[in-house]
Structures are given as C-alpha cells and as structure tokens.
C-alpha cells in the first residue's frame, strides 16, 4: 500500500512539473483533484500540504469553475475517508485565493463563499481564508443573503449532526490504530466468566465507540467563530448581528471563554455597527496595536486622530526585524496612505535610480525627519487636512 502511495505521489508530482507550461484548463484541474483525491483516499492515511493551482491562474469559464466547486463539495459529503475533510478546505482555499481574486467571475466567489460557510465547522480548516482587504467595499458582493444567515448560524454556534458525525468518524480511525483500547479491553474481560477473541473485539469496539463519541461531542461544542469572521460582520454592515454580538462579548469578558483576539474582534465589528460604548473603547485602549487595515475597516477620522495622538510622541520602539525601531516613524507611514491634499514635497523620500526605478532611501536620519515634518504639518493644519480611504495608494514600507 505505501508503496502504491508514493507511486501516485511521484506520478502527482511529476505531472505538477510537466503541466508548469501546460494549458490550466479544465481538464488539467480536473484530472488534479482525481490525482489527490486518489492519494488520500486511504484510511488512516495522515494528510500532508495538497500542492494545487490557483482559480486565478486558470483558463476557467463560470460554468467550468462550478464544476470544480461541485467536485470539492463532493470531498466533504462523503463519510469513508477522514483525510478527504481537510483536503476539501485547502482545495477550497486555493480556489478562493484566500481574498476572493478580481480574476473570478463574482458568481464564482459567491459559490465559493457558501460552500466554505456551510461547511465551517467541519475538521481540517484553516483560517485566513476570509481575508483582510478592507479597502475592497466591492468584496461585500461576494456574500449573498444566505451566506450572510450562514453568518449568523455560525456566530450562535448552530452546528448538526453532520459535523458530530465528521469528528466522531475521525476519532474512530486514530483510535483504531492504539494497542490500549485492546489492553482496556483485556482488562474487563478478565471480570468475564466467558472469555473469546469475538467478545474482546466487541469491548474493545464499545471502548473505541464511547471515547470517540465524548471527543466528538467536546470538539463540536467548543468549536465556535473565528475573529477574521466576526470583524466580517462589522465589515458587512449586518446590524441583524448586533444583539448576539453584544451577548457574545459579554459572555467572553465575564466567562473568559475567549481569546483576546476574538474580544478584540467583537469590539471592532460592534463599533462598526454603530456601538457607541465600543468605539470609545477602542480609542481608549487599543489604538497603540492598530494596522493600515483597521483604518480601512474603519474609515473615521477621529480614530485616526486618535492613533496620531497616542502613538507619535509615545516614544516607544517596537521590533522589526529583531531590531528596535522607532513607532513615531510607523505611525506616519501607517497614516500616510490616507491623506488626501498632502504638499507635495512631504511625499515619502523615495530615491530614484535608472537601472532599477523608484526606491526607498537608506538613511533613516532622513526617514526620521520626513515623518517629523509630516507630523508638524498634520498639526498645524488639523482643521484642513482631508483623509480618504478608497483608491490607489502608496505604501512606503510595504507592509
């Protein structure tokens, strides 16, 4: 059997190579999917990283992705092989390209969006596939009116049978490869006035049975929405969500029943939605850990007033690299992108070379200087300066 799996896998690679140059069409997606799905079709089979081409690289008519999408839908509506659960999500998560690319039809990203909601408590998925691309008001098209009540479901936890189903099934198989059910097993029929290697099997089977089921039954209760979907809500303007939302955050802060990401993500989306009581709360408390992407999400002025008043004189120094660096300067290069009537001569010190074009200026002494000339001039002109968050922008650093 291994040997037959390492066939396939050398055969999976081999053709990977061949194809680099080839034609991804849908006979080539096709046959991809066969080839892993034929690999990790095994039982107890531990499923390793799925290499698979992206949506956004492939010759795909709508009709032809739906196909696709239905095939990968296939992977989690069977009940024989456990490793087919997680290789559906990261097949998903290669055709979603993680934020849903501009290359895929929207009718394809809403497909996409439904089927990885309507399976998101199933094992084997990975976050990040949400996204973090606020600056894309249009993304919002992506979610239908279901995948929005699926929102919904998940925020109040609705899971079913299916789901305990998934997670009882794969308990099963890892249980059945341990000797201690067995040696369980020995050690109750030993109070058996009748002993045979049937009734040892059956012991050992109601052993498996009732561990598996407990495991199944813990997993799936505990299993609960991730941070990336509740700022989602937020993000989704779905003022339905408010009232569960606030239910939600209370229970995490008076419980501790979740982390301070998902805390954090409760108070962004609520404030999004107009929560007055969380939006003073952020700019109290969690403005020295904001991203570009919050100013995006947010698109208030008065935020980012605040993140220029809490951060620029702060004096702190964050690290970068393993090395110290200063937050007076991040502050202004996460605030630069968002200025809309900025002088022209308080633009970002690029240098200029003919071989390789635009480029960032080594000296930071210089780099120092732009942001303190930036922050003087914010100041001086608080009254007048305009912000925008939507359009092409410029990033100094990247990040």
């Not at 680099?20 to 999917?33: P, V």
């Not at 930071?364 to 914010?378: G, P, R």
Request: charged share 25%.
């Amino acid at each position: 059997m291994q040997r037959s799996v390492i066939i396939i896998l050398c055969a999976i690679c081999c053709n990977s190579l061949q194809a680099q140059e080839a034609k991804r069409d849908f006979q080539y997606f096709n046959s991809q999917i066969d080839s892993i799905v034929a690999v990790y079709s095994i039982e107890n089979y531990k499923a390793s990283e799925v290499e698979y081409a992206f949506f956004s690289e492939a010759d795909l008519n709508v009709n032809e992705q739906k196909k696709i999408i239905e095939k990968i839908k296939q992977l989690f509506e069977q009940d024989k092989y456990v490793n087919l659960y997680s290789i559906g999500h990261k097949l998903l998560g290669y055709a979603m390209w993680f934020a849903y690319p501009e290359q895929n039809p929207i009718e394809t990203n809403q497909l996409l969006l439904e089927l990885y909601l309507q399976y998101y408590f199933y094992p084997g998925r990975t976050n990040g596939v949400i996204g973090w691309n606020y600056s894309d008001l249009d993304r919002r098209k992506n979610y239908t009116p279901k995948a929005k009540q699926r929102i919904i479901e998940i925020l109040e936890g609705k899971k079913g049978e299916t789901e305990y189903n998934a997670y009882l099934f794969i308990e099963k198989a890892t249980l059945e490869k341990y000797t201690y059910p067995w040696e369980n097993a020995a050690q109750i029929m030993k109070t058996q006035e009748v002993q045979n290697a049937e009734m040892l099997r059956q012991i050992r089977d109601s052993i498996i049975i009732a561990s598996a089921a407990q495991y199944a039954k813990t997993i799936v209760e505990s299993a609960s929405i991730d941070p990336d979907l509740i700022r989602m809500i937020g993000f989704l303007d779905m003022k339905e969500a408010v009232p569960i939302m606030q239910q939600k955050l209370s229970d995490c802060i008076e419980n501790n029943r979740c982390n301070d990401d998902s805390k954090k993500s409760y108070r962004y989306a609520l404030a999004r939605l107009g929560d007055e009581e969380q939006r003073q709360y952020i700019l109290d408390n969690l403005m020295e850990n904001f991203r570009k992407e919050d100013f995006y999400y947010f698109r208030d002025d008065e935020i980012v007033w605040k993140y220029i008043e809490v951060n620029f004189p702060s004096g702190r120094y964050i690290s970068m690299y393993g090395d110290p660096f200063p937050v007076f300067l991040m502050t202004m290069n996460n605030v630069y992108p968002f200025i809309k009537n900025l002088p022209e001569e308080l633009n970002f010190p690029y240098a200029y070379d003919e071989d390789i074009g635009y480029y960032l200026v080594d000296n930071m002494e210089e780099q120092y200087q732009w942001a303190q000339s930036l922050y003087e001039w914010l100041m001086a002109n608080k009254d007048n300066v305009e912000f925008d968050y939507d359009g092409e922008k410029k990033y100094p650093w990247g990040w």
